[in-house]
């Protein structure tokens, strides 16, 4: 077991508050929960170990049950809160493409950093980037490579396609290397279109294009990539600018906000909770309110390539190096 405290003092932390008194600050833990998901079985009824790919993402489904995005066979997994195995699907839903840098010296000025390869110098299913679930219920996945999202009910039947399957492009209907969708608290859609393009797109609940901002570049409201996104319960949309190591905060309609800085390339982030009084957002590692001070961190501070939370305070990080951890506090 892994543990760190946050505070001023173990054990006694104080603040000092305007009218002279001192009251007790909460001090969080989280804790590593070894050996999750349940062993699977062989056919000899012994336990084995599970053949993950590099886990992209996870996601808390509407009861409870946590969703396994992985780059190989049956790529979207089920499993409950405890590791116990449900089922899987999604095989020949992705695309085998990779999405790969581009070696600095090879790269055109104002241009994306990032490509992707195909065939049979991609892998399988490595278009499997990002998985989250929608206030109804329904399972979202984005397929990098493959230029689109898709949106499935909860027993993993296809309803939408945002973009366009196997095309990239910059237009309302097609996208290009996209990374994460999110949701806000109306119904609209928002996708990250991160990697070969460098804006946010947003969409009614039915899928109808509504807007987008976003460019190439370092200023407010320009990314380096946006790999990830966030809608609090007032509407304001959080994006993680991986390559500029922030996070940048717009209204719903894309006018910028502020920004943190100097926080690391995050590659993950969510949202705990619809409850507006009670918001905070995981970026990477690090948990923070909406102002953007951190209130606690993950043993060893890494938020993998995508992270979720519970209802009941649980948090799962999916790492690329093909596992999934879970911490409680």
């Known amino acids: 077991m892994r543990a760190r405290w946050l505070g001023i003092l173990a054990g006694g932390v104080f603040m000092l508050l305007g009218c002279g008194h001192l009251v007790s600050a909460q001090v969080v833990e989280y804790t590593e929960v070894e050996g999750w998901p349940d062993p699977a079985t062989s056919a000899a009824g012994t336990p084995a170990a599970w053949n993950f790919g590099q886990v992209s993402g996870v996601a808390t489904s509407a009861n409870g049950y946590i969703l396994v995005l992985h780059r190989g066979a049956n790529p979207i997994m089920l499993f409950d809160s405890g590791g116990r195995f449900v089922r899987a699907w999604g095989d020949g839903l992705f695309s085998s493409g990779k999405v790969g ?3 600095p010296g090879d790269r055109q000025p ?3 950093g990032y490509t992707a390869v195909y065939g049979p110098a991609g892998c399988h299913a490595c278009g499997a980037h990002a998985i989250r679930v929608d206030p109804d219920g329904n399972i979202w996945v984005v397929d990098a490579p493959g230029h689109v999202v898709y949106k499935m009910d909860p027993q993993g039947r296809v309803l939408r396609e945002l973009g366009t399957r196997g095309v990239s492009g910059v237009s309302q209907s ?3 290397l996209p990374t994460d969708v999110a949701f806000s608290p109306g119904g609209d859609v928002y996708v990250s279109d991160g990697y070969g393009n460098a804006r946010v797109v947003k969409y009614t609940a039915d899928g109808q294009y509504l807007l987008e901002w976003g460019s190439r570049g370092t200023g407010p409201g320009e990314f ?11 509407g304001r949309v959080y994006v993680t600018d991986r390559d500029n ?4 905060v717009f209204t719903r309609e894309g006018e910028f906000l502020t920004e943190w800085q100097d926080i690391g390339g995050n590659s993950a982030l969510f949202m705990t909770t619809t409850r507006e009084e009670n918001q905070q957002i995981w970026t990477g590692g690090t948990l923070r ?3 953007g001070e951190a209130v606690a961190t993950l043993p060893g501070g890494n938020g993998g390539h995508g992270m979720t939370e519970t209802p009941d305070g649980e948090v799962f990080v999916a790492q690329l190096a093909g596992r999934v951890q879970k911490f409680v506090k």
């Open 245 to 248: 190591q922030r996070v940048q």
């Open 174 to 176: 097609t996208f290009n």
């Open 289 to 291: 309110n909406l102002d």
């Open 110 to 112: 104002g241009q994306s």
């Open 224 to 234: 380096g990539l946006p790999h990830n996104l966030a809608v609090d319960a007032e």
């Open 101 to 103: 840098g581009i070696a």
